[in-house]
Structure formats: structure tokens, C-alpha cells
Nanobody, 124 residues
Framework: QVQLVESGGGSVQAGGSLRLSCAASGRTFSSYVMGWFRQLPGKEREFVVC????????RYADSVKGRFTISRDNAKNTVYLQMNSLKLEDTAVYYC?????????????????WGQGTQVTVSS
């Protein structure tokens, strides 16, 4: 098992930047595909980005391509989400997730472990 704790959320003006972190503890971090998802109240959780175990392959949602960057440091058991040029529609609770088996995935159901989430609020 792995435990995930997100940090770095907050409030920012449109056009600004935030960097989210997700610290993992438990089983070997490098054995997990990692992903970031987000959710608004009353809406389904949606895929943002994911990264392979080595960090060599990533997949982004079209809505964040060119603005968000995922990275991981397996030595520090941490995955990051650098968010630039933030828009009002990026406002959501952001969740970090770990996938135990298989290749990278954009499916919510493909992930086995989830953090508690961190709020990101973008204002005009």
C-alpha cells in the first residue's frame, strides 16, 4: 500500500502559477504510475495528467496541455504538478493518485490509491 498527501494548493489570480506536491509513503514509490485528477462539487472527477514509473512518459488532458507539467522524484517519493497560466476553469480540488499495475492511464477507476485532495482556486 501507499499513502499519498497533497500540498501546495491555494488561491491565485488568473494567469498565475501554483506548484502542487504529492508525497508518498509506504511501498516503493517508483513502482507506481502516478496521476493528478481534479473535481468540482457535484461533478465527476476528471483526469489532468499522469506519469510513468520512470518519469519518461506523460499524458495530459487537452485542457491543460502547454500549461501544466508533471514530474516525479523517485528518490524523494514525490510527484509534482507545476501549473502555469491558470484559468478560472482550473478551480477544483486536485487529487494525487497511484496506480499499482499496468501502464499509464487516464481513467479514474484505473488508480488504486488516492490522496485527500488540495483546493486550487483561481480568481479574476
Amino acid at each position: 500500500q501507499v499513502q499519498l498527501v497533497e500540498s501546495g494548493g491555494g488561491s491565485v489570480q488568473a494567469g498565475g502559477s501554483l506548484r502542487l506536491s504529492c508525497a508518498a509513503s509506504g511501498r516503493t514509490f517508483s513502482s507506481y504510475v502516478m496521476g493528478w485528477f481534479r473535481q468540482l462539487p457535484g461533478k465527476e472527477r476528471e483526469f489532468v495528467v499522469c506519469i510513468s514509473r520512470s518519469g519518461g512518459t506523460t499524458r495530459y488532458a487537452d485542457s491543460v496541455k502547454g500549461r501544466f507539467t508533471i514530474s516525479r522524484d523517485n528518490a524523494k517519493n514525490t510527484v509534482y504538478l507545476q501549473m502555469n497560466s491558470l484559468k478560472l476553469e482550473d478551480t477544483a480540488v486536485y487529487y494525487c493518485a497511484a496506480r499499482d499495475l499496468g501502464w499509464i492511464s487516464s481513467e479514474v477507476k484505473g488508480y488504486d490509491y488516492w490522496g485527500q485532495g488540495t483546493q486550487v482556486t483561481v480568481s479574476s
